[in-house]
């Protein structure tokens, strides 16, 4: 037993190490579609290991045991008494099916609770993440309630699962009381036989020479053995349905375990450009996402950015400003036309070695729980190397960012524990932009980067920019609404129903009266 609670603890550690590694792997697709929901995938992982942490410890053992001692009396009773012996196990069948066919309906119970309980958990993680967007609205009951919600078709599911396995149990009891009771009246039948047998013999050892029947000493142990065998077999119930419930959960884990990605970041294959200039050419590039197949972002888009160049992207809300920034980062790939890079499809190029190139800010930045000094200095490329000193707080320097920083009472140590309580939105899209500068990227993405920061800020970031771009060839595709942002980018494309319908610099859209002079 104390090896297998051993091996068992030793194979879940690996499982749940192969999963994060697996799930870390995966490309955004493989989210979109299996996990409409990515807070639901931590929950579901979670309870999912744990069930198969418990499917392969030490009631593995017990369950073994159980059948080896079920089959071992099972044995004995054949031996003594065959034909009692195979009248009572004629009734195994009857329980075998009973059980397997209420197991296959505790195991889809099982699963459903599973789903219910990562919804739950995904939307409470929400909540208490957002907790004052749900303050501001007053709107804590209606997340307790849709909680609730959750939770009690989760009970509903668990409470139905724990039924069919009790009744899994009754069923079995049942039909082995119905054994044993026919088991006793033909065996009394058979003893009495043989006791007629010996009465009619003077000698008291003819028995051991000749056949005479059946004794009654070999009726009780056959009987009492076949009732060990069906004991020890129901023994075997609670580690049975903790095995169906670990296969299960292991159908989620072990897919993407096994899965390989479309778009491998893990992988060493691929080519990579020694003297990639930064151009970037998207060419009659058809997108839609996975998750909406139907709805077409892009049909025939051409846009082609040259080295070192400034091109800001703007456009109506929803034309798929954003979705040009994934393609880039190689999240999902065109349904058909390509994207070059360097003039190289970036299909055929290592996407470790890409996106190393590349320096993103999200409109909504997310910073990792730890010092600001290590949200700062993540940002380098594993291949270059730890980040310096030096290096963190000139990038902090250039984003704006070192003065507040500074300020805090432990400066560059200060903890961010995950949430924006410590931080203001500005503040942290300037750690943000530092974490990208810091890499020295030769494409810098800005998503709406300076959108939470005020107009002086806003000044100083651009000219932070300006003279990084100054020094060294940087190619910074921006998407921004405010036109405060853009108005010095070198190229100014508007984005509409999928495709450019304006393409010039500020003055020259200005001009032509269409779309940007609207915005």
Known sequence: VSLWTYTGQCQALRIKEKFVKGAFRQERAWFDIRHGDPQELPTLAANALQRINAAMGRIVAETFANLLSSVGWLVISLALNPSLALFMICMLPIVLISVLVISCFTRKQSTQALQQFASAGAFATEAVAGIKTVASLSAEKWAVDKYQTYAREAQKHSVQAAFLAKASAGVMGFLFYVTYTLAFIFGSEQAAQTKKVEEDHWNPFHCMFEYCGIQGSNVMVCIYGVILCAQFFTLM????????????????????????????????????????????????????????????????????????????????????????????????????????????????????????????????????????????????????????????????????????????????????????????????????????????????????????????????????????????????ITVAHRLSTIMDSDQIAVIAEGSIQELGNHKELLQEDGIYAQL
């Open 237 to 476: 119930s609670p580690g049975i349905q903790a095995i169906n419930l670990g296969r299960a959960a292991a159908t989620e884990i072990f897919e993407a375990i096994s899965r390989t990605p479309e778009i491998d970041g893990f992988t060493d294959e691929g080519d990579t450009l020694d003297d990639y200039d930064g151009s970037v050419e998207l060419k009659n590039v058809l997108f839609a996402y996975p998750s909406r197949p139907a709805n077409v972002i892009f049909n025939g888009f051409n846009l082609k950015i040259k080295p070192g160049s400034s091109v800001a992207l703007v456009g109506p809300s929803g034309s798929g400003k954003s979705s040009i920034t994934k393609l880039l980062l190689r999240l999902y790939d065109p349904l058909a036309g390509e994207v070059l890079v360097g003039g190289a499809p970036l299909t055929q190029l290592n996407l470790k070695w890409w996106r190393s190139q590349i320096g993103l800010v999200a409109q909504e930045p997310t910073l990792m729980p730890g010092t600001l000094w290590e949200n700062i200095a993540c940002g380098k490329s594993a291949q270059d190397g730890e980040a310096t000193d030096q290096e963190v707080i000139a990038a902090a320097k250039a984003s704006m960012a070192d003065e507040f920083i500074r300020e805090l009472p432990d400066g560059y140590d200060t903890f961010y524990n995950g949430a924006s309580i410590q931080l203001s939105g500005g503040q942290i899209q300037r750690i943000a932009i530092a974490r990208a500068i810091i890499r020295n990227p030769k494409v810098l993405l800005l998503d709406e980067a300076t959108s939470a920061l005020d107009a002086a800020s806003e000044k100083s970031v651009q000219d932070a920019l300006a003279g990084i771009r100054a020094t060294r060839k940087l190619t910074t």
